[in-house]
């Protein structure tokens, strides 16, 4: 069993920052979680994906979606067992509520998300 939680969110006006947290709990490092992903759902709008970090070997490799290129950088810290979202010059477009999301064990877990709005 897994358990996810995210943190983080909050206000930012346009052109600021937030980092979101997802820590990993359940008696599992979260470098045991080969891939790991970022999603956000906006009002009235389907689940998109963010962001993926995939183990390879020593090293974790990151993907993106085309909105956040060049303005977010998904990252892991072992010794935290924690997973980030570092998110730069925001847009009000950004505005959603983010969930993390691994799999394990033939299982697929979610946070309970956390709400990020970008708002002057």
């Known amino acids: 069993q897994v358990q996810l939680v995210e943190s983080g969110g909050g206000f930012g006006p346009p052109g600021g920052s937030l980092k979101l947290s997802c820590t990993a709990s359940?008696?599992?490092?979260?470098?045991?979680?080969?891939?790991m992903h970022w999603y956000r759902q906006a009002p009235g709008r389907q689940r998109e994906w963010v962001a993926r970090?995939?183990?390879?070997?020593?090293?974790?490799?990151?993907e993106y979606a085309d909105a956040g290129k060049g303005r977010f950088t998904i990252s892991r810290d072992d010794a935290e067992n924690t997973m980030y979202l570092q998110m730069n010059n925001l847009r009000p477009e950004d505005t959603a509520v983010y969930y993390c999301?691994?799999?394990?064990?033939?299982?697929?877990?979610w946070g309970q998300g956390t709400q990020v709005t970008v708002s002057s």
């Open positions: 999301r691994a799999f394990y064990g033939g299982y697929d877990y």
């Open positions: 359940g008696n599992i490092g979260i470098n045991s979680l080969y891939a």
């Open positions: 970090s995939d183990q390879e070997g020593i090293m974790y490799v990151a």
